[in-house]
């Protein structure tokens, strides 16, 4: 079994930047892939980005590209999501999710290890 706990959400202006963090427990962390997902109200759960094991490869959705950068560090055992040029729509709640899959994941249901998420509010 494996525990995620992320911290690092709160409110913040649009134009600013928060870093989400994510640290597991329970499992060798570089045996996971990881993903950061968001949920805004009354919406489905979406992918924003995903790590592969060794934290080489990343995949980020069109809508935070080139703001979100996802990083992983298999020796503190967290993964960290650095957010920049935040708008108002990153709104949500933010979860950090595991795979032991090999390679990247973006689909929810690829994922099977779940932190409680971390909101974030981007007023304008």
């Known amino acids: 079994q494996v525990q995620l706990v992320e911290s690092g959400g709160g409110l913040v202006q649009a134009g600013g930047s928060l870093r989400l963090s994510c640290t597991a427990s329970?499992?060798?962390?570089?045996?996971?892939?990881m993903g950061w997902f968001r949920q805004a109200p009354g919406k489905e759960r979406e992918s924003v980005a995903a790590?592969?094991?060794?934290?080489?490869?990343?995949y980020y959705a069109d809508s935070v590209k080139g703001r979100f950068t996802c990083s992983k560090d298999n020796l503190k055992n967290t993964v960290y999501l650095q957010m920049n040029s935040l708008k108002p729509e990153d709104t949500g709640v933010y979860y950090c999710?595991?795979?032991?899959?090999?390679?990247?994941?973006?689909?929810?249901?690829?994922?099977?290890?779940w932190g409680q998420g971390t909101q974030v509010t981007v007023s304008s």
């Open positions: 999710a595991g795979s032991t899959a090999v390679g990247l994941r973006v689909a929810v249901r690829q994922y099977g290890f």
């Open positions: 329970g499992r060798t962390f570089s045996g996971l892939a």
């Open positions: 790590i592969s094991r060794s934290g080489v490869s990343t």
